[in-house]
């Protein structure tokens, strides 16, 4: 059970030697403990489960992300808030979305001069200047995904 219990705390990132020792001392495990060598030789990440897939879309739809807040800004001229982490995030994890329609980057140039740009991230695929104009998704609801670029 302890050996489960340790391979659960490291599903997406293989853990160094460092890290299991540091967790099996705080543990203060005195019997049947793991040695931590043997935790970091055994490690595999998780399977996906089909679930992590499923709360995405749910979170996507709804705009309703684990973790996350949307909290008044601090920063003066700052209009929309800041998003806030609640918790810890382990290293992979999808944190929130921002979708939209893809076009080039010199299409969204243009968007901006004429609209504005609310909603816009540019990005680079390989070769590809590209953007994303997420203002047509929820042009009614400030989205986590366009907040995360400003806070």
Not at 14 to 38: H, I, M, Y
Request: proline content about 5%.
């Amino acid at each position: 059970l302890r050996r489960r219990h340790l391979m659960t705390k490291w599903s997406k990132q293989k853990p160094t030697l460092d890290q299991v020792q540091r967790f099996l001392w705080r543990s203060r495990w005195s019997k049947n403990c793991v040695p931590a060598g043997e935790v970091v030789r055994r490690w595999a990440p998780s399977r996906p489960t089909g679930r992590e897939e499923t709360d995405v879309a749910r979170y996507v739809g709804g705009q309703s992300w684990a973790g996350l807040v949307i909290a008044e800004s601090q920063r003066p001229g700052a209009g929309r808030g800041d998003l806030t982490g609640t918790r810890d995030f382990s290293q992979g994890s999808v944190i929130c979305d921002y979708h939209g329609r893809l076009v080039s980057a010199s299409e969204g140039r243009q968007i901006l001069g004429t609209e504005g740009g609310r909603g816009l991230f540019f990005s680079k695929s390989g070769d590809q200047d590209l953007c994303v104009d997420a203002q047509p998704c929820h042009p009614h609801i400030t989205t986590f995904g366009r907040l995360i670029n400003h806070s």
